[in-house]
């Protein structure tokens, strides 16, 4: 699903696209295609990751083979688990990119790492893309790490949402859950599920450390931007993102007891394999992956919308955009960026957005299409669009790193064998040495 860079500290969300070899279709004509006037060209994509060719020419490449049958595509598959190392293999090589793709955070640091951003906004002008016509934020985030220039387009998205088990419901008589409740009524809900019975220990509610935190509804910073400092113990918000995920749902002490010997907090594999998780705050990658759409059609689920917070009424999760942007290695500027105008088109994001994947381009087209070509075609989408997203907070090149930091805390609180004070103050700790160790490793933007 994901890929650990040891320099960046975290687990991108879910796809890291899949990179491999070469294909060229043969569909199409050069009279009704984006760009016909521009010659042919070799277009090379990567984006750090192992999945297979199939996977990346089923959720992007398709329909670009089709609508510019006269370029040739590659697509390299990262040639180690490790995105830097594998990079670095790449470019030693000589391996060109030519457009490189990655969500949010691992996309930039990669970029900043390798000397390989390209500022896209003359090209942009001259082949009159329009950004205003997708999401803001993910907008706005990539101005904010470029420092005012364009190295990415959001091209297709992730968001959170609550996924519940039904039959667990159904088991134990309990209603379902619903659009639009808070986090405290979610809270009170799962205890209702949580139970042992049959020798098995059910979780009512949970999430994912590592992506709700980096994804948090109330747009904590990770890392004070101007200050260049941690925010666990200066931020109260941090308190009550963790009460709410870590402490309150968590305070049974069989479950308390089920995450000592798993050194875990219920997450993918509660809900999707052993299916002993009711309720799990994730996003969309549970039902997309390959890896794991088996898995999901052995038990009966859906989705409601994220929980909220009083305070932040039809807020969802901050987004995880996935940008796509030239380098400076781009052999073929014009028909590169004429794919990426493609890509953000209405016809390309309500394609992508049949395949499961959260388009930017937010239409009623869009939202209407999302999910008729995926493996589960009787779920609740509508929670996916129902709230605005959370803003998102400055990052620093070191976001990531020290997000690592923060969800490794949440394990301890979740247990019970450190209170908050404690393991806060651990984490900020930690934080500041992987601060001067990231300060140390900083390029030039």
Avoid at 107 to 126: A, I, P, R, V
Avoid at 289 to 303: E, K, R, T, Y
Avoid at 338 to 360: A, C, H, N
Wanted: glycine share 6%; aromatic share 12%.
């Amino acid at each position: 699903m994901a890929i650990l860079s040891k320099k960046m500290g975290m687990v991108p969300l879910l796809f890291m696209l899949p990179l491999a070899a070469c294909g060229k279709s043969d569909s199409g004509s050069a009279g009704n295609i984006p760009g016909a006037q521009i010659p042919p060209a070799e277009i090379v994509f990567y984006g750090g990751s192992t999945q297979p060719k199939d996977f990346f020419d089923k959720q992007y490449g398709e329909l670009l083979y089709k609508k510019f049958p006269q370029h040739t595509f590659k697509y390299i598959q990262m040639p180690s688990t490790n995105l830097q190392e594998g990079t670095a293999k790449l470019l030693a090589e000589g391996q060109r990119i030519d457009i490189f793709y990655n969500n949010i955070g691992i996309f930039e640091n990669t970029l900043f790492s390798f000397g390989m951003q390209y500022d896209m906004t003359d090209l942009m002008k001259k082949h009159q893309v329009d950004l205003g016509r997708l999401e803001q934020e993910s907008i706005k985030a990539m101005k904010q790490f470029s420092g005012g220039k364009t190295y990415g387009v959001p091209v297709t998205d992730m968001k959170f949402v609550l996924f519940y088990n039904k039959d667990i419901f159904d088991k134990f008589g309990v209603a379902y859950p619903r659009d639009g409740m808070t986090w405290d009524e979610a809270i009170e809900l799962g205890k209702k599920l949580t139970r042992f019975e049959n020798g098995i220990q059910y979780v009512g509610l949970s999430t994912s450390p590592s992506q709700f935190i980096a994804q948090n509804q109330l747009s904590i910073p990770i890392v004070n931007n101007q200050t260049e400092l941690p925010t666990i113990n200066t931020n109260a918000g941090w308190r009550k993102l963790f009460d709410a995920l870590f402490v309150q749902p968590m305070q049974d002490n069989g479950v308390r007891s089920k995450i000592g010997t798993l050194k875990s907090i219920p997450a993918n594999d509660a809900f999707v394999t052993k299916q002993d998780l009711a309720m799990y705050a994730y996003n969309i990658a549970i039902y997309i992956s390959p890896s794991l759409i088996p898995a999901m059609q052995q038990f009966n689920w859906d989705m409601v919308t994220v929980p909220v917070f009083p305070e932040a009424p039809g807020v969802g999760s901050q987004t995880t955009p996935f940008y796509f942007g030239l380098t400076n290695m781009t052999k073929e500027k014009d028909a590169a960026m004429e794919v990426l105008k493609f890509m953000i088109s209405d016809e390309y994001q309500s394609w992508v957005s049949r395949r499961g994947l959260i388009p930017t381009l937010m239409t009623e087209e869009t939202k209407r299409e999302y999910g008729k070509e995926t493996a589960f075609l009787d779920k609740n989408y509508a929670a996916l669009f129902k709230y605005k997203n959370a803003p998102i907070p400055p990052y620093a090149d070191y976001t990531f790193s020290v997000n690592s930091v923060y969800a490794a805390s949440a394990l301890p609180v979740a247990n019970g064998t450190k209170d908050m004070n404690t393991a806060f103050r651990e984490a900020e700790e930690l934080a500041l040495k992987r601060i001067e160790e990231a300060k140390r490793n900083r390029t030039a933007k």
